[in-house]
Nanobody, 125 residues
């Protein structure tokens, strides 16, 4: 397993942008598929975006497609989530996740074995 630490959350106005980072520890980071999930108060954790271990394939939930971009830097053991055109419905705690096994284009939270502690994103209207 890898240890994950998210950063970059905060308060932003409707239409604004944020970039989340997830720093991973462990020598085998480059062999892990990575993803971002989010959880709003009173709701289940939901898939946001994922990227395969080489970064060759990316997947997005329809609600963020065209606004969010996931990327990774294997040399620095970091995965990013660039979030543009944010709206209040994007308000949630965002979690970074990792797993060494392959996942589907719409993975479930249970597909990932390693999780960060989460970072709060609040979009104000």
């Amino acid at each position: 397993q890898v240890q994950l630490v998210e950063s970059g959350g905060g308060l932003v106005l409707d239409g604004g942008s944020l970039r989340l980072s997830c720093a991973a520890s462990g020598r085998t980071f480059s062999s892990y598929g990575m993803a971002w999930f989010r959880q709003a108060p009173g709701k289940e954790r939901e898939f946001v975006a994922a990227i395969t271990w080489r970064g060759g394939s990316t997947y997005y939930d329809d609600s963020v497609k065209g606004r969010f971009t996931i990327s990774r830097d294997n040399a620095n053991n970091t995965v990013y989530l660039q979030m543009n055109s944010l709206n209040p419905e994007d308000t949630a705690v965002y979690y970074c996740a990792a797993d060494s096994l392959a996942f589907s284009p719409t993975p479930a939270a249970g597909d990932f074995g390693s999780w960060g502690q989460g970072t709060q994103v609040t979009v104000s209207s």
